[in-house]
């Protein structure tokens, strides 16, 4: 039987105001699990309204800095004795395995408790402003900031910029993936349990082209952040630039994984599949491209093919499921054309490559997890986000040849190496043009490390004091100490002012 979610503005819940709802569906089974309200543009009103309220009346960025790290540590708590309920919810409604659920949100309360510390402890400066004169500069929180986040970790991204943005004293309006909304809305209510003031955190459920539209047009917003497709980005910051509306995107990715010859092949076998596969290859950062060196690349691909039909698909909820379903029919095509047009541009399927039979995935969005070969930068593959699990490997020559092609993309947010050479690590990372770059690792991420990508992946970052920088700006006193008269118009004399 399906649950109704509501509206959150100002404290309560509440139906969208026309009364339109839509609903979520389990990627599983099919079955429905929630009617959610649709939020309309005079909801999205009302809650950037009730927002602006809370931020200009100051019930929470009037609170010292070490309180508002006081309700975060709180919420943190909270949070952390609900994961297993959380990770279930999230599993229902997205597909991923329990088992990632679990481990990707024992990790959030670190992002509540970090940015508290951010809070506590950030200062302003006094740079110098000449004799007589002394200048104090502040960093203040924007206003209202609108968050439009994806469904492929529902809880995670909300949290990324949630906690920056909360920690800086700033009021909200998240806008959750019509996919996913189940989780971000359950946050909410805990971090008013946890003395977040009511109308601090407002949630407008709904879909992209109708919510999403009106809140990123929506002219009360002092910041806009995102997470989502390039398209999506490029929309949305056009809309807040209208308004000079500033924006942090964090967009789409083709990370290439490049594994040198000198690396340890059974570890970098393991570090491909994990990049390529992890939340059934649903992930920005996934290993799109894995680029190896030619003396190692058909023993390399012989070991990841074996590693890839090997993958244990099922219900996500059962212990032992390791590649869940994709979220929907509709990238579940997605991943099933974008293999057909590789085969037809010359593609060879070495691993998958199908919808798996039989009828414990009859009734959900599956794909087999699937490898190709033979790709070239003639293919569409080679550029394009596919966003599921599916991943191309091929020959390079030396490093020179490596970063070339992997630079040969454009997006910019990751990329993994894999050798034992310390100096081949450093030269490769410096010479790739991505945000992140993992030596021997993989989606490695921690509230302090920056997170966000260069070219068509975005603009500004999570994660760190960038992040919470950019949910403040600089606000500059400057006084008068020098005791003098100053009278411009009283004098025809040479007076120094500026
Ligand atoms: P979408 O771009 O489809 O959607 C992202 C969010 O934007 C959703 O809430 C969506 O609403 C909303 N939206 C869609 N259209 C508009 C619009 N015209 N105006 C305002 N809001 C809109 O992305 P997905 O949810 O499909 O997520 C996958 C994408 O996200 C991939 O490209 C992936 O690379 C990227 N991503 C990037 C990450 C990073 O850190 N760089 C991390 C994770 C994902 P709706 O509810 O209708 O979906």
């Not at 004795?81 to 990707?104: F, V």
């Not at 087999?368 to 070239?376: K, L």
């Not at 989606?443 to 950019?470: C, V």
């Amino acid at each position: 039987m399906s649950r109704t979610l509501l509206l959150h503005i100002d404290g309560k819940d509440v139906a969208a105001s026309d009364g339109a709802s839509f609903t979520v569906a389990s990627p599983t089974t099919g079955e429905t699990l929630y009617d959610v309200a649709h939020a309309t543009p005079a909801d999205v009103d009302t809650a950037v309204t009730a927002a602006r309220t809370a931020f200009d009346d100051r019930r929470w960025r009037g609170i010292a800095p070490r309180e508002r790290a006081r309700v975060l540590n709180r919420a943190a708590a909270l949070l952390a004795d609900r994961i297993d309920a959380y990770a279930r919810l999230e599993t229902l409604q997205i597909g991923r395995p329990l088992r990632e659920m679990r481990a990707q949100l024992a990790r959030l309360p670190e992002w509540l408790e970090y940015f508290g510390a951010v809070a506590q402890t950030a200062e302003g400066t006094v740079p110098d402003f000449g004799a007589g004169h002394l200048n104090v500069v502040r960093r203040v929180p924007l206003g209202v900031a609108g968050l439009i986040t994806p469904w492929n970790h529902p809880l995670l991204i909300t949290m990324k910029k949630l906690s920056a943005a909360l920690a800086a004293g700033n009021s909200l309006v998240i806008k959750p993936s019509e996919l996913g909304p189940a989780v971000p809305l359950a946050l909410v209510g805990l971090l008013e349990e946890a003395g977040v003031p009511p109308g601090v955190v407002n949630t407008v459920t709904g879909l992209g082209a109708t919510t999403g539209r009106a809140l990123s047009e929506h002219r009360g917003l002092a910041k806009l952040d995102i997470t989502g497709g390039t398209e999506t980005g490029r929309t949305v910051a056009a809309n807040a630039g209208r308004s000079l509306i500033p924006v942090t995107a964090e967009l789409g990715g083709k990370a290439p994984v490049l594994v040198f010859a000198d690396a340890d092949l059974d570890q970098a076998v393991a570090g491909a599949l994990f990049a390529s596969f992890i939340a059934t290859g649903q992930t920005c950062v996934q290993g799109a491209r894995i680029l190896v060196q030619r003396s190692v690349h058909d023993e390399f691909t012989r070991r990841l093919v074996a590693r890839t039909r090997a993958l244990r698909l099922g219900d996500p909820l059962a212990a032992d499921t390791q590649i869940g379903p994709l979220v929907s029919e509709a990238q579940r095509a997605k991943v099933a054309d974008a293999v057909a047009k590789a085969q037809d541009q010359g593609a060879r399927v070495l691993a998958g490559g199908r919808v798996p039979e039989g009828e414990a995935y009859s009734r959900g969005w599956f794909y087999e997890p699937t490898v190709v070969g033979d790709v070239t930068p003639a293919q569409d593959l080679w550029y394009e986000e596919v966003f599921g699990p599916l991943t191309l490997v091929v020959p390079f020559d030396d490093e020179a040849d490596a970063l070339r092609r992997a630079n040969d993309a454009e997006f910019g947010l990751a990329s993994s190496v894999w050798t034992c050479d310390i100096g081949t690590a450093l030269r490769v990372s410096e010479g790739l043009d991505v945000g992140i770059t993992w030596i021997n690792d993989h989606h490695r991420i921690d509230p302090a490390s920056p997170w966000g990508g260069s070219k068509d992946s975005g603009i500004g970052s999570e994660n760190g004091l960038d992040a919470y920088h950019a949910y403040t700006r600089p606000k500059s006193v400057v006084i008068n100490s020098s005791g003098q008269p100053f009278d411009w118009f009283a004098t025809t004399e040479d007076l120094r002012y500026s």
